[in-house]
């Protein structure tokens, strides 16, 4: 906006001293040369980071494995490549978030064990919960489906979001059942005890702490804010957290009575 602002008001004056005389010319067509020469440096700087994002890419896809391997068995049910490269972009876009290489020699060992293992935890999550008993009706799978289609401004977009994913509706369909019966397990059955008070207080001094650390090391300190503006944040990720851990305690216990042969 400020950039907008700042085009509007230079337009502006120019403008206004359009009958300026010669002098004011010659100092507008400056402008205009000093303006060219930014948009072509903005131009060539777009250009440099198309490349390097074109080159991680292809990286990043040199991880990927064929669609039509079998990476794992869990259970007697296959674990297939197209689902292994579904999981390994989400694991890349995790360590790419925070700032990490994923194709780094380390990195990519890591982002390899992380896919494999959030599948086979996955696997046996969805196991447990239909074994349990829970299903996904037609209707609440057109409502997701309808949901996930709003995410798009047209059916054309959302068509090529499908093709770049490698996946079609009825493979769409199928997934959000998948995540519907996985969520009705997740909410009834994986219990989680609640956040305390005290719990959110000492997050919340932990993080003073290490904003005061910061600030000692030469690092400019933000101004904290009040524990009871971020309360319901804290509180929520606190819940995050331990829901994960429960999941990850769950999924330790199936390992222990299921047959998993990784075969990657």
Same mark, same amino acid.
């Not at 995410?151 to 079609?168: E, H, P």
């Given at each position: %906006?400020?950039?907008? %602002?700042?085009? %509007? ?12 005389? /010669? *002098?004011?010319?010659?100092?507008? /067509?400056?402008?205009? @040369? ?26 990043? @896809?040199?991880?990927?494995?064929? @669609? ?16 292994? *490269? ?13 700032? !990490? ?16 293992? *959030? ?14 008993? #829970? ?6 799978? *057109? ?13 054309? !977009? ?15 369909? /199928? ?25 959110? !207080?000492?997050? #919340? ?60």
């Amino acid at each position: %906006m400020k950039k907008l %602002m700042y085009t %509007m008001l230079i337009g502006l004056i120019a403008a206004a001293l359009t009958a300026c005389g /010669s *002098n004011d010319d010659a100092k507008q /067509s400056k402008s205009d @040369d000093q303006k060219t020469a930014q948009t072509e440096q903005q131009k060539e700087a777009q250009k440099k980071q198309e490349k390097q994002a074109k080159e991680m890419q292809k990286k990043l @896809d040199k991880q990927k494995v064929d @669609d039509k391997k079998t990476v794992a068995v869990v259970n007697g049910k296959k674990v297939s490549g197209e689902e292994y *490269n579904a999981a390994l972009s989400s694991s890349q876009a995790q360590y790419q978030q925070m700032g !990490q290489d994923p194709t780094s020699k380390e990195a990519a060992k890591q982002v390899k064990q992380q896919t494999i293992d *959030n599948l086979v935890g996955q696997t046996l999550l969805l196991q447990e919960a239909e074994n349990k008993g #829970y299903k996904a009706t037609d209707e609440e799978v *057109n409502k997701k489906l309808k949901e996930t289609k709003k995410q798009f401004k047209t059916d054309k !977009q959302f068509k090529a979001a499908l093709k770049d994913a490698g996946l079609t509706q009825s493979q769409l369909k /199928s997934e959000l059942a998948d995540s519907i019966k996985y969520q009705q397990y997740v909410d009834k059955d994986i219990q989680t005890p609640e956040v305390t008070d005290k719990e959110i !207080q000492d997050y #919340y001094d932990q993080f003073a702490k290490q904003s005061q650390s910061q600030a000692s090391g030469g690092k400019e300190q933000s101004q904290m804010p009040k524990l009871e503006d971020v309360k319901p944040q804290i509180k929520q990720q606190l819940e995050q957290q331990k829901k994960q851990e429960a999941l990850e305690k769950k999924v330790e216990e199936l390992k222990k009575n299921a047959k998993v042969e990784v075969k990657l």
